[in-house]
């Protein structure tokens, strides 16, 4: 429970028990496997990417070697073959140890589960599949040879990151590729992704209209010509995503930068919008990385404490009680919705889909909180990892396009009306 500190022997429970769970074989394998790196190399080095705010370079080293930055990549295409559900729990593990590398992570895995095991549930026609295939080849090699890091900054300040208009940043065909100019912010790995997997408006000569239907995905070379990281980053929480701007001026991609064909993505948002929770859950994981800390901390046994005992109070009882309550309605409500991900879903797999994101977002920061009163003072040290927990977690609710307000807004107008109607 919680993060072991280097030297301990202690094997955390799964936070998803394979059995009673009914996870596969692969889902009990990853987890088991993310839980143990967790532990050993995620844990020990979580304090040095937070205070420094600096990116956790080494564990992608070790990611690469162990597979890793590969686990949604096809397995025929030679990555891990793991499939969304069985990413979603491999990543709640890594969550569980170090928030910051997990939240990169995902945004790396998703440049591959989207164009892997998602697309293949998108329409398109044979040539533009086969097309789609041997382009998604250049960039999985990349990973799996080189140890590539990919990242996915979409956001830009306003409105285009929460869904609703289209992307500011463009891109403009010329030979052999595109021209892309445009600002993100937030953009988690700037300077450490090798790839940038950008969300971009592709602009014609002549038009003025800008449509969500042209996004393009494309994955811009961080050392591309016009491409820079610019501002500092120091933050409440999620310190070691290093998330600065990136401003992309006049830079050429060529064509097979495309990691969608034009098109896909949209359909994608349409279609598969449980793409959009794949942020959630390192927030599960540092739900239940609250929730280990407290009971470890309360039996008087978290290493380098002196062995107070503090289980014996009512009202400590009382809130571990509470929090545990909330914990496992939060992880039931979660396993539900990723285990229903799928194209096309119904519009009460929608609602729940959303409800699943607010409340693990909302209940990791209300979890921490409570045990932050709950094990008292000495338990916020900057010693401990709770205090970063409790920072960390405060993120989750923030993050588009679900963010938990916009969650609220979605789930309130269509749980009231139907498809056409108005006041
Ligand atoms: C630690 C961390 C890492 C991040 N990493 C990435 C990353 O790698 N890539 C990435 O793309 N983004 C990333 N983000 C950004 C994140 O997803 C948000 O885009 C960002 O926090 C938005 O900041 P903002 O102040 O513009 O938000 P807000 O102002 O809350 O939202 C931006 C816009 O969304 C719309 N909006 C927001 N709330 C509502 C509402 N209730 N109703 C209607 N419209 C609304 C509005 O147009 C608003 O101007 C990260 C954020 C954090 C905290």
């Not at 820079?228 to 409440?236: A, K, R």
């Not at 927030?283 to 014996?312: I, S």
């Amino acid at each position: 429970m919680g993060a072991a500190p280097p030297g301990t022997a202690r094997t955390d429970p799964p936070i998803f028990d394979p059995a009673a769970f009914r996870l596969t074989e692969q889902e009990a394998a990853l987890t088991a496997q993310a839980r143990a790196f967790g532990q050993v190399v995620l844990a020990p080095r979580a304090a040095r990417w937070d205070r420094e705010a600096s990116f956790p370079t080494s564990n992608y080293h070790d990611m690469a070697a162990n597979g890793l930055l590969g686990i949604c990549i096809p397995a025929e295409e030679g990555g891990l073959g793991a499939g969304y559900r069985a990413y979603c729990l491999t990543a709640a593990e890594l969550g569980r140890y170090c928030g910051a590398t997990a939240l990169t992570w995902n945004m790396h895995v998703c440049s591959t589960l989207w164009t892997g095991a998602l697309t293949e549930d998108l329409e398109m026609d044979t040539a533009t599949r086969a097309e789609h295939r041997r382009r998604r080849r250049i960039h999985y090699d990349r990973i799996l040879q080189g140890g590539a890091i990919y990242s996915q900054p979409f956001s830009e300040g306003g409105a285009a990151a929460a869904g609703t208009v289209a992307f500011g940043t463009t891109a403009r065909r010329v030979p052999g590729g595109f021209v892309v100019n445009g600002r993100k912010i937030f953009a988690s790995l700037a300077g450490h992704a090798d790839y940038y997997g950008i969300l971009c408006t592709e602009v014609r000569e002549g038009e003025d209209r800008r449509s969500r239907r042209d996004t393009l995905y494309l994955a811009v070379p961080k050392d591309a010509p016009g491409v820079t990281v610019e501002g500092d980053w120091d933050p409440l929480g999620m310190r070691g995503t290093v998330s600065r701007n990136l401003v992309f001026q006049e830079v050429f991609v060529e064509e097979d930068a495309a990691l969608m064909p034009p098109g896909l993505y949209f359909q994608a948002a349409t279609r598969w919008p449980h793409m959009f929770i794949t942020l959630s859950p390192t927030y599960m994981g540092l739900a239940q990385a609250a929730y280990d800390f407290t009971l470890r901390y309360l039996r008087g046994e978290w290493p380098g404490t002196p062995p107070v005992k503090r289980r014996m109070y009512p009202t400590k009882q009382i809130a571990v009680a509470e929090m545990h309550v909330m914990l496992e309605q939060t992880k039931a409500l979660w396993f539900q919705a990723i285990t229903e991900a799928g194209p096309d879903p119904t519009k009460e797999q929608v609602l729940r889909a959303w409800a699943a994101q607010h409340t693990v977002m909302e209940n990791a920061a209300a979890l921490a909180a409570k045990a932050v009163r709950t094990c008292g003072g000495q338990a916020m040290l900057k010693s401990l990892p709770l205090e970063r927990i409790y920072r960390d977690a405060r993120c989750g609710s923030l993050m588009l396009p679900w963010t938990a307000e916009l969650c609220i807004d979605r789930i309130g107008r269509e749980a009231l009306y139907e498809k056409g109607e108005t006041d």
